[in-house]
């Protein structure tokens, strides 16, 4: 039961990593972020063949509340800011960028299927490795196509997510200091990047990293 639990969390994660790709709207972005960071911190619930131990309660509950709860609030009070609605101009269109994510995930699967893991390793999930590669990829697809600031910093926590499952595929070999490390740098890179953007925002009026590299002193 836990196994096929954590299966359905995994797919529901791909499939929000999917439909970001495809979205223009920026708060809609990061409510769609919100419900993937959610999910994740639902998932050290659901992989332990032994039972819920203490390190992967205190994941839980720490990658629950700042991934679906601090982060989001804090982009959108970022949002409410800068005054920025939508991606407007993205290197590549929502329709193709979800057609490239659809490949992605394909990649994804064939590439999880070549990790050969020692016998002694466990996956707590087979769809472990796909989606952790496929959310590092989409993460990296998003900060190199879109030209909003704010796009770019869910950009990063997408690719930050795939780590995180990353981990979690490894859970019994992964110390509570390690993943607990993560999401404490994770914290830090969110508030400076939302602190940059909105003084960006202030000074500029807008936060297109596009127009900002054709600044000249």
């Keep these: ?25 920026i708060r809609t972005s990061i409510r769609t972020v919100a419900i993937q960071g959610m999910m994740l911190g639902l998932l050290p619930l659901f992989i332990s063949g032994h039972g819920l131990t203490l390190p992967l309660l205190v994941i839980a509950v720490g990658s629950f509340a ?3 709860i601090v982060f989001p609030w804090w982009l959108m009070r970022t949002l409410q800011a800068a005054n ?3 991606e407007v101009s993205p290197v590549v269109g929502p329709s193709a960028s979800t057609a490239l994510g659809a490949l992605l995930i394909v990649f994804s699967f064939w590439l999880g299927s070549r990790f050969e ?3 002694t390793v466990p996956l707590v999930s087979r769809l472990a490795l796909p989606v952790a590669v496929a959310l590092l ?3 990296l697809f998003v900060i190199v196509t879109r030209r909003q ?3 770019q910093v869910l950009g990063y926590l997408v690719l930050e997510n795939g780590v995180f499952v990353f981990g979690l595929a490894l859970a019994h070999q992964e110390p509570l200091l390690v993943e607990m490390g993560i999401l404490l740098d994770v ?10 953007v909105f003084h960006i925002a202030r000074e500029f009026d807008h936060i297109d990293v596009e127009k900002l590299s054709e600044l000249r002193d």
């Design 1 to 25: 039961m836990p196994s096929s639990i954590s299966e359905f969390i995994l797919v529901v994660v791909m499939l929000t990593n999917l439909a970001l790709l495809g979205m223009s709207r």
């Design 66 to 68: 700042l991934k679906g």
């Design 84 to 86: 920025a609605q939508r």
């Design 117 to 119: 893991l020692p016998p």
């Design 137 to 139: 990829l989409s993460g």
């Design 149 to 151: 600031a704010l796009m």
């Design 187 to 196: 914290f830090v890179a969110v508030f400076v990047m939302g602190i940059a």
